[in-house]
């Protein structure tokens, strides 16, 4: 019994020596409680929806009307005209927009002889809860331009088409993107930020300190090492998440190249910030206990799960500056869209500018003695 005793004590002992590592357990159910309740239980606002009025008659700024009350009470929507419905599809596509109310030609015409008007609503159904929030909201637009004010003669009632510029999107397939973030973070996580500091520990990298070997050299190596392991594993997760998930045209080589360029980068990036934040920690107990922390931090405020739009002002100042963010919406671009690199020139910029920062940042906290 003494010796389970002794062993009891060791470990309290080693936990009282760690002062990080009690603090990041007290924090850990704490963050998590307070970010997964803000992720799921939040109100989705400021869809940027493209009006394009090719009426512009009475009835029709009735509609744009009622949509800037929506706008300015609500606030679920941000109004942006457009004049040219192609420009504002190519937008939409691009992600600059949510979705596109349509006011035919006709409509005032119809309105005014009862003769069915109709507007269209082309929403990126990739994204299910962003687009029947837009649903849901054009809808009830559409229900009080219905309902008459006063008494008329002529009661124009008007409906709405919903228009779909993509196939049923399942939820699988939606949360395939965060899915392969995720396995490219827990492999820089498991084979890059552990083992590195496992190996601090047992004295390994002295061996690399009494060689004339620059610092630069040493980060660059540590770094490009577990990138090769985060993209094998990205690309494994990739192509059988795609076919589980059932993606269209999963192996198409264009598709498959952009892919493999934006794993690299987020291998890169997440390596870079993983080696940053391990570069003088030394307490092997350390890494694993912020794992359940970064996870928190990193993937849910991306938008894997739920759209940002629906996040607090603080939760979406994360989201700027999360490369989880950019993986996330360059994965859902390639894989729900088959955009092309139009669409996601923004994420691979970051994912460069951050991985670049965060590398030499590194360099410059590493130890060269010993």
Same mark, same amino acid.
């Given at each position: 019994?003494?010796r389970?005793?002794a062993?009891?004590e060791?470990?309290? !002992? ?13 924090i850990?159910?704490?963050?998590q409680l307070?970010v @997964?309740?803000?992720a799921?239980?939040?109100?989705v ?15 029709? *700024? ?10 300015s ?10 004049a040219d419905p192609?420009?504002? @599809? ?10 596109v @109310? ?12 009862d003769?069915?008007?109709r507007v269209a609503?082309?929403?990126d159904?990739?994204d299910?809860?962003v687009?029947a929030?837009?649903?849901?909201t *054009?809808?009830?637009?559409?229900? &009080? ?11 124009? *009632? ?6 779909? %510029?993509y ?22 996580m ?6 590195f500091?496992?190996?601090k520990? !047992? =004295? @390994? ?18 770094n ?11 690309? %494994?997760i990739?192509?059988?998440g795609?076919?589980? &998930?059932?993606?269209p ?7 498959l190249?952009?892919m493999?360029i ?16 391990m570069?003088r920690?030394t307490?092997?107990?350390l890494p694993?206990a912020?794992? =359940?922390?970064?996870?928190? %931090? ?5 938008g894997?799960v739920y759209?940002?739009?629906g ?13 989880f ?7 859902k671009s ?8 139009d669409?996601i020139?923004y994420d691979?910029l970051?994912l %460069?500018v951050?991985s670049?920062i965060?590398?030499t940042?590194a360099t410059?906290?590493?130890k060269?003695?010993l």
């Amino acid at each position: 019994m003494h010796r389970t005793l002794a062993i009891i004590e060791r470990e309290l !002992r080693r936990f009282r020596r760690s002062p990080m590592l009690i603090v990041m357990s007290m924090i850990f159910p704490l963050l998590q409680l307070v970010v @997964l309740g803000y992720a799921f239980g939040g109100n989705v606002k400021h869809l940027k929806l493209a009006i394009v009025d090719q009426d512009h008659g009475v009835p029709a *700024v009735k509609i744009r009307e009622l949509a800037g009350a929506i706008s300015s009470g609500a606030r679920t929507l941000d109004l942006l005209e457009y004049a040219d419905p192609g420009h504002a @599809l190519t937008d939409l596509r691009n992600g600059i927009v949510n979705g596109v @109310l349509e006011i035919p030609p006709d409509f005032s015409r119809r309105a005014l002889t009862d003769q069915q008007p109709r507007v269209a609503l082309i929403s990126d159904n990739t994204d299910t809860f962003v687009s029947a929030t837009l649903a849901s909201t *054009v809808n009830s637009l559409v229900s &009080a331009f219905n309902t008459p004010v006063t008494v008329q003669r002529v009661t124009p *009632v008007a409906s709405l088409e919903v228009v779909e %510029v993509y196939p049923y999107v399942p939820y699988i397939q939606y949360l395939l993107p965060g899915s392969i973030t995720m396995s490219i973070f827990m492999m820089v996580m498991i084979g890059g930020g552990i083992i590195f500091i496992d190996d601090k520990a !047992r =004295g @390994l990298h002295e061996g690399y300190l009494v060689t004339p070997i620059t610092k630069l050299e040493l980060v660059a190596g540590f770094n490009l090492s577990g990138t090769i392991k985060a993209v094998l594993a990205g690309i %494994v997760i990739t192509v059988i998440g795609s076919l589980i &998930a059932g993606v269209p045209n999963p192996l198409d080589p264009m598709r498959l190249l952009r892919m493999l360029i934006v794993i690299s980068l987020t291998a890169f990036a997440l390596i870079s910030l993983m080696f940053l934040l391990m570069v003088r920690v030394t307490d092997p107990l350390l890494p694993r206990a912020t794992f =359940g922390v970064l996870n928190t %931090v990193l993937y849910f405020p991306s938008g894997a799960v739920y759209p940002q739009a629906g996040f607090p002002s603080w939760m979406q100042a994360i989201a700027d500056v999360d490369p989880f963010t950019y993986s996330v919406h360059a994965f859902k671009s390639l894989l729900l869209k088959n955009t092309g690199f139009d669409a996601i020139s923004y994420d691979l910029l970051f994912l %460069v500018v951050f991985s670049t920062i965060a590398m030499t940042a590194a360099t410059l906290l590493f130890k060269r003695t010993l």
